[in-house]
């Protein structure tokens, strides 16, 4: 990643540089947490480790489900919403974390 | 079965002698008298050994005595059938035996026995049917297409089939029998080993002696097609008649031979026989030659001129190089043990001329040996080259190595000798037919050498002039398939260094949306914003060095709490350790924070970028905790040189944060944060100051940034606040006041500072204060002022820093200023008091509002409840 050699150089912190540290970059701020079973996560970082095991804060949970039509074969999808002030996540369900999408 | 027998062997006796009589010369297997008595004595010990098993079945006191009798009368039995041994010659085939252990017949045996040998019998016949037929039409063929040499090996064929050959015929080719010769005349000489023309004495002697001179002169003459004429039908007399003559007929065949060789005269016979004798072996030698030669070259031709040249392209192509000697691993080594240097130039030639020359002796070598087999010379000239490097040339080289350039040349011809016997071998193979058909050796070879040359020339500037490309797209594939070979190795990847990292394309432009709608994270506003093209990466540069800093704050925090393990006494090395480390971290801290970067290099400035992000607000007051007046000094400077660019100022003015978006309420939060976390060491710091750098800090707040627009956010107000009553305390020159006195300039200075500001505020006043929620708010000068739907929104601590604000105003403000003041925001004072005693909103928030607008008016002379309501 040049970004992270151009970010390390001019920091002046070390060259390596770890994903996790990406992820410590992004404490305190609104992250994006993709989690298993087609649930999502919205909410601020507020701690983590190398499990990625994270303590959220301010959290919006959206749960995707399908629903298949026996009768007629389609599916439809449809989203579950909740919130939670404070959340604790399990590492292993963790997909991915990125800083939420600028659109969205 | 007992009568039966006995009545047969006297039958069989009465034949038995007739037969005897008639073939008493043949000799027979057996005497027929013999075999019945042999038989009768069989029988007779049959019967002896049932009588036995009764006896002994029935055994009774006297059955002893005749027990013995009859044992003794078996034994005699058996003695005589011993003696009788000798006269009789009787093979019983073992599966008689067989037979008659399973209780079958025997005669069934001969039965089967017959059956085989009669269809074997016919099996044979077939075979030697399909031979004839056989023969019959490759000798057709044979006339047909090799009308030359058919003669030849038709003779041959008779031959082999007069004697009925048994294949020994092979082992006795060499018709040369040296020995025969000396010792016997040339009678027997025509005799020995196949030379003996018994087709000729034997058949043709039925036919007649004339016969047999006329087929001598006919062959000599070499006129294939009469003999042929004249060996067919004697061919197929000799087919349907005897093949396997009996050894009664053929001597009766020779002695009538011999009568006949008798009665002719002698001397023809003997040159005859010479004549039999020499050219039958010179063309028999022909044959076998001629033979051998086809079995070899059955093969031949399997593969086109096109099949050879794209097998020795790919074997060139891996030869190709531009510098032989420096490619080929052995001879690099060779060079470096040799300790000499070659030209590559050299080689070719060298090698052509070179290589003629050991050819020369080794073929003139072998024209001295009989030409028997190709095969021979072959390996001959594989050797020789490498024979003559490693024993001639070599020790040449080991000693006058390191002088003359002949010497170079010489070994570089050895080396180029040895390298192109690999090359000239194939050239051999490809010689060996042409040899062995006896063209000379020597410019046999010479040519085929140089012919490999030009090929390998040919093929290397062919290859040359035409580079394999790096990569091949095939039609219709979704894109290119690098081929790689030793000239185009796969490429390393190489990573780029942090020096390209500026040049990176422009993919994502830069996001210029300043006022993103629904955006989360403020700290991500600048991301449009920087030098370098790519936003993202200002971003983390940034969240890095705010990480890096509260990594320092921790450390430095972490030594603070040690500090208080370590003793006293300030000589300890471990205090020494603990000051260094001390001040590092609070350098690095420093250093992260980038405050002291010139003010307008980058935009924004890397502090206000840190700034931008909450967390970079949070840990400002902590890490101001351990810095120096200096540097909180420059910190200050910084924010204010850019305080337009803070993102509090930003997008948290009034009339931004006017909608109850939530980015507005995220814009207030920080703000507030601003206000809490960032303002007060700045604050304090001011609140301590000389009126210089007052002054300074005024002036350069007030030229940097455009006051009528910064005074709309509340940090700008609270800096301005502190910054006026700071200078107007410093003006009103005290003893309680810190520092030094102000002189004359300074305060003149600030009261022109404080009158510029008026007057760039004059008219706008109202603007200072947020938006509020009543309908009768007026519309100040030229600003517009969008109301808030409820007035609960509104706190009265939105308001504080405005009036403090104008509190300080009005302190340090002449009496015509006052009065511009108070008519400006009359209608402010009036609202904020007639909200508190209307009684909607509840008694503290009243209280609070009043107490607001008492800072404003105290500081006028003023109250709020000398207003008329």
Redo the contacts between chains.
Sequence with gaps: MSDTLALGSAGGASMVEEPLDLVRLSLDERIYVKLRGDRELRGRLHAYDQHLNMVLGEVEETITIVDVNEDVGTQSVRTVNRKVPMLFVRGDGVILVSPPSRLS | MNPNQQQRPPQQQQQNQNQNQNHSQTPVDFNDEDRSVLESQIRESLETLSQIRVTVENHESASGEVLEQRVDRLVRGLAQMHEMKDRLNVNVPEEVLAYIKDGRNPDEFTSKFMERVASENQFTNGKISALTNFKQEYESKLKEFFPDEAAEILDARLETLALGDDGLGEALEDGQDDFNDETFDADVGEITGKDFDFYQSTVSGKVGAPHHQHQQQQQQQHQYQQPQRQTQPTLADAQSGNKVMTLAELEARMLMQQQQNQQQPSVPSMDLGRRIADPEVVARRKRERLQRQMELSKYDNMMSRHDKDFIVRIQISQLLTDDPAADDFYCHMYQLSRGTMFGSGSLPQQSASQNNGPQDHSTSRQSAQTPVSGSTSQPGQQLMPEQQGQSGQSPAVGVRSLNSHGNNSNSSSSDARRSDSSLGMPGQSQNHPHQHLGRSHRSNTQSSMARMQQQVQRIVNEARRRPKAAHVAAEGALGKISVNSARNPKQVIQV???G???S?SQSDAP?NSPL?ATH??L??IFSGMGD?R?P??ER??T??????VYTAVLRLEQLIREQVRLPQNSDHPSVQQWLAMYSEAKE?AW??LDASQPISNTYPHPLVRFLS???GKRIIPRLVHHLSIDQILALTTTIIANFETLDVCRFGSFSYSASGSLVAMQQREETDLFLHAVMPPTLAFLAETSLQIVNGLFALFMERNNIAWVARTRPALAFLTVLLGRSATLRQAGSHTYGPQPDAQEVYQSSELYNHLFNSLRGNLVTVFPPSSTTTSSPAMGQAISPISTGSTVSPMEDLHAWQFLATLAIGASVEQQHALVSEVREKVFEKVMLAKSGHVPIDIAMALTANVNLFLNALGLDASQVAT
């Design positions: 780029q260094q942090r390209h990292a500026g990176i996001r993103p989360h994270d700290g991500g370098t790519n993202a990466s983390r540069k969240l890095r060095s705010i990480e890096n690095k250093s992260e992000f909450s967390k």
